[in-house]
């Protein structure tokens, strides 16, 4: 963790992340893939890297980043409990075909430039 860290911290001028409760999360349903990987330790520990080498470390609302199409805005995605497992999905309304991380990816990403850049508030809308 901590050379990933300090990679991604080196490589990037601003990292984004999701604002994931892994606390509430490691109660519920996935709860050994988040403990196991070890989130919030990670997060902590990318945010004192980046303050360190000088890049923009933020954490965004990622409530509907899963769900909503990064091409149309769309809130086309799998939902709900039962929608975790399926990790491609096609909009229905542009046509992307979507890995589910990558998509939700890209949305929080959307959201940290959005508010870096002054503009709306943080948040999938
Ligand atoms: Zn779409």
């Not at 990292?15 to 109660?27: C, D, H, P, R, Y």
């Not at 979507?98 to 809308?125: C, E, S, Y």
Request: hydrophobic share 40%; proline share 1%; charged share 20%.
């Amino acid at each position: 963790m901590h050379q990933l860290g300090t990679r991604l911290a080196r490589e990037y001028g601003a990292i984004f992340v999701g604002n994931v409760n892994a606390s509430a999360l490691a109660k519920g349903l996935h709860s050994k893939s988040v403990l196991d990987a070890g989130w919030s330790t990670f997060r902590t520990m990318l945010r004192y890297k980046c303050a360190a080498a000088g890049a923009w470390f933020d954490e965004v609302d990622e409530a509907l980043s899963s769900q909503t199409c990064s091409c149309c805005g769309a809130r086309t995605g799998p939902k709900g409990v039962a929608g975790l497992g399926i990790r491609e999905w096609t909009c229905s309304h542009c046509g992307t075909i979507h890995d589910r991380d990558r998509n939700a990816a890209r949305n929080i990403l959307a959201v940290g430039r959005d508010r870096l850049a002054g503009g709306r508030q943080a948040g999938i809308t």
